[in-house]
């Protein structure tokens, strides 16, 4: 079986799988935390690199006030009941995204979670918060221009260097999407260029080992060319 290096996750669904249950939004949001849990630690036993799950985007912040609330606090209980857990399995914690926006005990939180598990070698598992793709373009860009500008380097970027401008350098082997969505929502736009997506039905409380492992094999299923001809 090859797995994939890279895998990022839209995690999408938490709100209509609380919805039918006839729980608060925020339920959802729970259950879709350790849902993470599940899903990371089944993704270093398989031996990927990087998992890259999009917790909050850009645009999430035009959600209602209570929702954001408890969004901001979820990495700080997440990180709090599971760090521990993501240690003894020797996960590194990453994250993407500008946490300044965050209330400070959430960015301690989660600089912690980060500093804490630096050492480890096993699965990378980062974190998109705060994250939305245009933007990590924009700020990548302007830092560019302004090496240029100061002449500390010159006008020759070419498509590997334009990744190291980014939150996320590393190409995206296989993108998947929970909860039946057929979109991007702004998600690492510059690094799908050749994944392999997936659309899957499963809300994202409800995705587990078994729907990775099936993830994972429809995966080796596909015939990558990158633009060449089927060897
Ligand atoms: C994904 O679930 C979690 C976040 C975007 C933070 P949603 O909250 O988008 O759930 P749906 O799409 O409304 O069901
Ligand atoms: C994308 O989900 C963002 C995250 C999963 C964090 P959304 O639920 O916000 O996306 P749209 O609004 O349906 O495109
Ligand atoms: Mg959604």
């Known amino acids: 079986m090859n797995v994939p290096k890279t895998i990022a996750i839209i995690m999408?669904?938490?709100?209509?799988?609380?919805?039918?249950?006839?729980?608060?939004?925020?339920?959802?949001?729970k259950q879709g935390a350790d849902t993470i849990r599940t899903v990371a630690l089944h993704a270093n036993k398989r031996g990927v690199k990087?998992?890259?799950?999009?917790?909050f985007s850009t645009e999430n912040w035009k959600r209602?006030?209570?929702?954001?609330?408890?969004?901001?606090?979820?990495?700080?209980?997440?990180?709090n009941r599971y760090?521990?857990?993501?240690?003894?399995?020797?996960?590194?914690?990453?994250?993407?995204?500008?946490?300044?926006?965050?209330?400070?005990?959430?960015?301690?939180?989660?600089?912690?979670?980060?500093?804490?598990?630096?050492?480890n070698t096993g699965l990378e598992l980062c974190i998109a918060i705060n994250y939305g793709s245009r933007r990590e373009l924009v700020l990548g860009i302007r830092q560019y221009a302004q090496q240029v500008a100061n002449h500390q380097r010159a006008n020759d970027l070419d498509e590997d260097q334009l990744a190291d401008y980014l939150m996320i350098p590393e190409e995206i082997d296989l993108l998947?999407?929970?909860?039946?969505?057929?979109?991007?929502?702004?998600?690492?736009?510059?690094?799908?260029?050749?994944?392999?997506?997936?659309?899957t039905s499963v809300a994202w409380p409800d995705f587990d080992e078994e729907q990775l492992d099936r993830c994972i094999e429809e995966f080796n299923h596909r015939d990558r060319r990158f633009g060449g001809i089927q060897s």
């Not at 209602?64 to 990180?79: A, N, Q, S, T, W």
């Not at 590194?92 to 301690?108: H, I, M, N, S």
């Not at 999407?177 to 659309?199: D, H, K, M, P, V």
């Open 176 to 199: 998947i999407r929970t909860s039946g969505e057929l979109r991007i929502s702004n998600f690492l736009l510059w690094q799908i260029a050749y994944a392999e997506l997936i659309f």
């Open 64 to 79: 209602p006030e209570d929702e954001v609330r408890y969004l901001c606090k979820l990495p700080g209980l997440f990180f």
């Open 50 to 55: 990087k998992l890259i799950l999009y917790a």
């Open 83 to 119: 760090i521990k857990e993501l240690m003894e399995n020797n996960i590194q914690v990453t994250f993407a995204g500008e946490l300044e926006r965050f209330p400070a005990d959430t960015q301690k939180v989660i600089r912690k979670a980060v500093s804490m598990t630096e050492e």
């Open 12 to 29: 999408d669904g938490n709100g209509r799988w609380a919805k039918a249950k006839g729980l608060p939004r925020t339920a959802g949001h």
